[in-house]
């Protein structure tokens, strides 16, 4: 890990958080932003500005450049509940749970994959 990027209390429910997520997990950085700038859902612009903080963090780190870095972790985990009353029938109340989470974006650097010889994996 070269650098790592939070985002606490977001106001939009894990599961949908997750789904964006899920999207730029393992990409290449520059190939995350070109993602995460045509994707339609909501949690997507938030997530590019998390992106780009974790590049500018790994950037205050060291001499790295997007170029040759790469999503390596990115995760949400749940956060607080925010709880609102709505009255319902017969004097008694509904609760309506207004969801937030806390994001968290790893990136590192590519490393060129090497093939050892005679290593192969394959049934014959």
């Known amino acids: 890990m070269i650098a790592r990027a939070h ?3 977001f106001r ?3 599961r949908k958080v997750r789904a964006v997520l899920d999207l730029v997990r393992g990409l290449p ?3 995350a932003f070109d993602v995460l700038v045509f994707t339609r859902a909501r949690p997507a612009e938030d997530m590019l500005k998390l992106l780009r903080s ?4 790994a950037g205050q780190k060291g001499d790295y450049q997007p ?3 790469y999503v390596s972790r990115c995760w949400a985990d749940g956060g ?3 709880k ?3 009255p319902k029938a017969m004097l008694r109340h509904g609760v309506q749970k207004k969801r937030t989470c806390h994001v968290t974006i790893e990136i590192d650097e590519l490393k060129a994959e090497t093939k050892k010889p005679g290593k192969g994996g394959g049934k014959k």
């Open 54 to 57: 974790a590049v500018a963090n």
């Open 7 to 9: 985002l606490h209390s």
């Open 29 to 31: 950085v520059e190939r």
């Open 12 to 14: 939009q429910s894990a």
């Open 84 to 86: 609102k009353m709505e």
């Open 80 to 82: 607080l509940m925010f």
């Open 67 to 69: 170029e040759g870095l």
